[in-house]
């Protein structure tokens, strides 16, 4: 290979001594401008101060307002290793009425509203019962919620008499209990979202019933034990729950609820000497709900047991009485509720504070912000020299004037930490959630400010699927083939998903005159024992529109509800606007819009790290205008003008910087300067900062434009892509190729 020419060796140092010393001459010249620019042309206000103090304070506190998970279910009565009693149980008496005093009124909640009241209901249209008021089984409303004494002892004397009928007693075969079972179809409507929308957040639920009825001669005084009875065995038997010595803290002294219905007999039989007690039995099983709301395994099945005392007078002239020819003098209803919960979430709570840890942790990245904020202004012309408290001082009063909803949603991987962590413990903790409005007999939910605090900040959860979806829709706003960054990247206004996951806090809220349990479908299945096991291992999918609070479904009709009524009044607006074109835009542009980004984008950091719109008011300085701007003298309101050289419109000023970021062979050292604000935000991004300083880097040009003579620093991959990149090659001379590792920060921040 020939010897390069010692003149020629020299004139090619020399070009390339006057290509850098050009390139340091233009950095130098950004620089200087954009000193200019961030601080006076930037403008920011107390307003914005507030909302981002406000941002960032919850942003931080994010895992200790909330949690880290569920460690632990140990906070309620374990049943098994992953099975809980989540709700109740609950053991109380309701009504005690005698034949001779049924004066008076009774409140209609536990007979029309409550779900205990749901297998009453089912055996009463079953059995076409006459003594059931209309209003009881919503065919009409009853007077001031109450209905008469005598029509509820009147209901359960027949309901106790028709179950006993089902199979009458034959003369001389032994007493057997009998009884009826139902399947039944129904509706809760319980929450605020029921209210609202019933048809979009209501599922019918499903529930196996039972009605027993046990002759006196079954029940013999403290000797006898309904779950012996195999041919008629009430459906609680096989159940974890019914000892409610060790399930019930508040239930002390009743034990097994077989026993307690022997003791409540007994003590019937002591308070009427010579009468005899027969017992119907109401059992009640909602169906075991396979949720389909989120990654982990979840279950729910909610249980209750109706019992019916009779006190009989009978005629004395027969040993063993004949209850249809005895008088009723005294009826007594008691009931047991209780919900079993089986969750395993638990056994993922690693996991799910691993990624929640992680997301909490990742957003130090204020902290490298702010780092790349000082380090930036102290490498331009005025902070040189000066102190580091003045340089210290400018970069904080840089840092505020960068959107802090940007900061919150524009990193991608805290977000789809915070989403797969939500995904894997939704279910169970929105059980939870639901678990503290529930209460019993028609009472409403009270909580204490610290409580409801937390079920607030836990429900908000929510905004990081908002988070993660404005990401995949800034995406994919980018994928068409005329995309340019000029036409910018498609985002929502910076407080829009938080005020739209705000709102869903009211989702779960709960209050009585919501209630609305009536049955839509009555119909009998086979009464024995091997078929009990059958009916209440039946499983159906509820997590889409369960009246509970499950699962993501519900997260996603929430959120889909807001965003459609948000959309439908703009729409409205904008058609009630039809003669004002420009109004009409901003009333769209309210919602969401585009935010022009520079040339960096997609290369040098990810495109959904715009996924907030960016509503940065930049009002360079060149000539007088009519804007006005926040002193710098502090954090004020006082306002002074500025000179500005770009449309004052809105509309127009967005125009203009569509029209600055595409056109790059025309920029202005203004539009120079935005991009540096724009860079000096995303790259501040952790992962985005070690990919361009340390892991590899990324190929940059500094290029001069022929005809305008511009200089400006672009990726190279972007002047290869003439998709993006629509200045001709010919018109183009590249003056430097330098990798990102070895550009200081200060320059790097210009690239695009």
Not at 102 to 107: F, I, L
Not at 277 to 302: C, K, P, W, Y
Request: glycine share 4%.
């Amino acid at each position: 290979m020939p010897a390069i020419h010692p003149i020629v060796a020299d004139a090619n140092e020399e070009a390339d001594r006057q290509h850098h010393h050009e390139v340091q001459l233009w950095f130098r010249r950004m620089r200087s401008r954009r000193t200019r620019v961030f601080d006076e042309a930037i403008t920011f206000s107390f307003l914005r101060l507030l909302g981002l103090v406000t941002s960032y304070l919850l942003l931080c506190s994010d895992v200790a307002r909330s949690g880290l998970g569920i460690r632990s279910l140990r906070q309620h009565h374990p049943l098994e290793p992953d099975a809980i009693q989540l709700y109740g149980p609950w053991a109380y008496p309701v009504d005690t009425i005698y034949a001779n005093d049924t004066s008076g009124d009774v409140a209609d909640w536990n007979y029309k509203f409550d779900t205990c009241s749901i297998v009453w209901r089912a055996f009463a249209q079953f059995y076409n019962a006459t003594t059931f008021p209309d209003c009881l089984l919503y065919r009409s409303e009853c007077p001031n919620r109450e209905f008469p004494r005598t029509a509820l002892f009147a209901m359960m004397d027949e309901l106790a008499n028709r179950t006993r009928d089902v199979h009458p007693h034959i003369p001389g075969r032994p007493f057997q209990p009998v009884g009826q079972a139902l399947r039944t179809k129904s509706v809760f409507r319980d929450r605020l979202h029921h209210l609202l929308l019933p048809w979009w957040f209501m599922t019918p639920l499903q529930r196996f019933n039972q009605a027993i009825y046990y002759h006196p001669v079954l029940l013999p005084e403290n000797r006898f034990n309904l779950c012996a009875f195999i041919a008629a065995q009430p459906a609680f038997c096989q159940d974890l729950w019914p000892n409610l010595h060790r399930s019930c803290s508040n239930c002390d002294g009743l034990g097994l609820i077989w026993q307690d219905i022997r003791d409540r007999h007994s003590a019937l039989m002591h308070t009427f000497p010579g009468a005899h007690v027969d017992l119907t039995l109401l059992a009640s099983v909602e169906h075991a709900q396979s949720n389909s709301g989120g990654l982990t395994f979840e279950s729910m099945r909610i249980l209750d047991v109706s019992t019916v005392l009779r006190v009989l007078q009978c005629p004395p002239d027969r040993a063993i009485p004949d209850v249809a020819h005895c008088s009723t003098i005294a009826v007594d209803n008691y009931r047991y509720e209780a919900g079993v919960f089986m969750s395993s979430a638990t056994g993922w709570y690693v996991i799910i504070a691993t990624l929640r840890c992680f997301a909490q942790v990742y957003f130090l990245r204020l902290a490298v912000l702010a780092g790349g904020c000082y380090v930036a202004r102290a490498q331009e012309r005025p902070y040189m020299s000066k102190t580091w408290r003045v340089i210290l001082r400018a970069a904080f009063h840089t840092l505020p004037k960068i959107p802090c909803q940007g900061i919150v949603y524009g990193s991608p991987l805290p977000v789809m930490c915070y989403v797969l962590a939500h995904c894997l413990d939704v279910q169970t903790t929105y059980r939870l959630v639901s678990e503290k409005f529930e209460t019993w007999s028609g009472s409403d939910s009270q909580f204490d400010f610290f409580e409801a605090c937390v079920l607030m900040a836990v429900q908000m959860r929510n905004v990081w699927l908002l988070g993660f979806a404005i990401k995949a829709i800034a995406e994919l706003s980018t994928r068409n083939d005329g995309w340019t960054p000029g036409t910018g990247i498609l985002g929502f206004r910076k407080y829009v998903l938080s005020v739209f996951a705000t709102i869903t806090i009211l989702a779960p809220y709960r209050h009585t005159s919501f209630r609305d349990s009536r049955i839509l479908d009555v119909f009998p299945v086979p009464f024995d024992t091997k078929h009990i096991a059958i009916h209440r291992s039946a499983t159906y999918v509820a997590g889409v529109g369960s009246y509970v609070l499950d699962g993501i479904w519900i997260d996603i009709k929430c959120l889909s509800v807001i965003i459609m009524a948000t959309a439908t009044v703009l729409v409205l607006l904008w058609g009630a606007l039809w003669r004002h074109p420009r109004q009409q835009r901003l009333t769209i542009e309210w919602l969401c819009t585009r935010t022009p980004v520079p040339y960096s984008s997609r290369i040098l950091w990810p495109m959904a790290t715009f996924s907030t719109y960016w509503s940065v008011n930049v009002f360079p300085a060149g000539r007088p205008g009519y804007l006005m701007r926040s002193s710098r003298k502090g954090w004020t309101s006082e306002d002074e003008p500025v000179c500005v050289d770009w449309p004052v419109d809105g509309i127009e000023r967005r125009a203009f910087v569509r029209s600055q970021m595409e056109n790059i062979h025309k920029r202005t050292a203004d539009a120079h300067a935005l991009v540096a604000f724009f860079n000096l935000f995303a790259m501040t991004d952790p992962l985005v900062w070690l990919r361009l300083r340390w892991f590899g880097g990324v190929d940059v040009c500094i290029v001069r434009h022929i005809h305008t003579g511009n200089i400006f620093c672009v990726p190279q991959s972007t002047l290869e892509d003439p998709s993006c990149f629509s200045l001709p090659a010919q018109d183009l001379v590249v003056i430097e190729t330098v990798n990102t590792q070895d550009m200081t920060w200060s320059d790097l921040l210009h690239c695009g």
